[in-house]
């Protein structure tokens, strides 16, 4: 029981630290892989342009990029 219990704690506490960490920078955690754009593609979609909706989301993607942390 004591062995749960102190996993518990260390659990609680490193969770605590990501929540700080996340409060003090405001920046998201990042991906290593790069998704869709590590095969060289540009989008997942064949219009030659983007809907409204696929711009605003490039828009947040880009202000995101220039955020995280690595």
Request: proline share 1%.
């Amino acid at each position: 029981m004591e062995i749960f219990i102190l996993t518990f704690i260390v659990l609680l506490v490193v969770f605590a630290a990501m929540a700080i960490g996340y409060m003090v920078q405001r920046k998201t955690i990042a991906g290593s892989c790069g998704g869709l754009g590590a095969l060289g593609i540009e989008k997942a979609c064949d219009c030659d342009t983007p809907c409204e909706k696929r711009q605003e989301r490039m828009r947040k993607e880009k202000e995101w990029q220039d955020n995280k942390i690595i």
